[in-house]
């Protein structure tokens, strides 16, 4: 039996008091889905910029009543440190999701991003200290590596910063250590790496790359890709990170304050097999898409070209192993954003 089958079983038997915020956006909401199906008392926060309340509807939904009685909501902003404050009360374990992503978004509008993740991260870590809590886990990134171009990555070794969103998230993990080495707090960051999975939004600007692509091959649109199609990502199916952040809040390892963990896939696709792993599964729902092919424009400012983790350290001090691949992960996604995306 797996370390995460182990836990699942133990946290079924014995009800905890969780909050998760940024819980009515894509990661967060599969983080509450997980924790009410197996019988935890949650507390969502989201200030619904760009977190959806149909999402946290739908799951709501399929859940059973006793289940949905174990529910609370706040709507509120994690830049004010009152509701902070509120929304850790009482809380064994923090799941922080909140705050505003995007390397483009971040080149646009760097003070916002400034705002929602080093202000929003530090308003958390201080509240939940204040309120007691076990444990914070926190969303970093893999754009903290930056400029290092070692693959794979690990987590000792960074680069240079290439934006304010990451710049944003390496002073979130600045003061992770300084709170574990000052106030002697419980915080954990996790660096993603380009998570993926149903209900992640394909509108605006912003969207990440998959829903932004499968979005358009629906609706018969140019797909872009940034670069030649060579540039790589270690795609990580969302089932891998809710994984990770309950194993990382409850694990019973010692000295864990302040550390962080690349929580990926440990493999690489490049956009080019990418675009054909989507399109030949799109074709069967729609025989058109089997000749589509993408358009290619500049490389993106801030971007990086290849990108891969090392998830060794996050296997031995928490026992995560990812149970998805790519092609496991979008056997499973695909079928929501085929049903749930607008035509």
């Known amino acids: 039996m797996s370390a995460y089958d182990t836990l699942r079983e133990k946290l079924r038997s014995k009800p905890e008091d969780w909050l998760v915020t940024g819980a009515a956006g894509f990661i967060g909401s599969h983080l509450v889905e997980t924790l009410l199906s197996l019988g935890q008392r949650v507390r969502a926060l989201d200030n619904l910029q760009t977190g959806k309340r149909g999402n946290i509807d739908a799951v ?53 991003t400034h705002a929602a993740n080093v202000t929003g991260t530090l308003n958390m870590l201080i509240a939940a200290r ?87 091959m629906r ?50 696709t490049d956009l080019k097999e990418l675009f054909h792993a989507i399109r030949d599964g799109l074709a069967g729902r729609d025989a058109a898409l089997k000749s589509v092919e993408p358009v290619y424009q500049d490389f993106r400012a801030g971007d990086i070209k290849h990108s891969l983790a090392d998830i060794s350290a996050a296997r031995e001090a928490l026992g995560y192993e990812p149970t998805h691949d790519v092609k496991q992960g979008l056997d499973e996604a695909l079928d929501w954003y085929w049903d749930n995306l607008q035509a």
């Open 219 to 268: 609706k018969h649109q140019p797909v872009f890709i940034n670069g030649d199609g060579s540039t790589s990502r270690d795609f990580c199916y969302v089932a891998n990170v809710v994984q990770a952040n309950l194993l990382a809040a409850t694990s019973p390892t010692q000295g864990l304050g302040g550390r962080v963990f690349n929580i990926a896939r440990g493999d690489r």
């Open 60 to 112: 709501i939904a399929g859940m059973a009543a006793e289940n949905r009685a174990r529910f609370e909501f706040i709507e509120g902003d994690i830049r004010d440190g009152d509701t902070c404050q509120r929304a850790c009360s009482g809380v064994r374990y923090v799941l922080h999701q909140a705050g505003l992503g995007s390397v483009p978004r971040s080149l646009a509008h760097p003070a916002d």
């Open 130 to 216: 204040d309120k007691g809590a076990a444990r914070l886990v926190y969303a970093s990134s893999s754009s903290v590596y930056g400029d290092d171009e070692h693959l794979p990555k690990v987590e000792h070794r960074t680069g240079q910063p290439l934006s304010p969103y990451a710049v944003s998230k390496t002073m979130c993990e600045a003061y992770s250590k300084i709170f574990a080495r000052c106030f002697d707090f419980q915080s954990i960051g996790l660096r993603y790496f380009n998570v993926f999975g149903p209900r992640q939004d394909p509108d605006g600007p912003y969207a990440a790359v998959m829903p932004k692509w499968i979005d358009a």
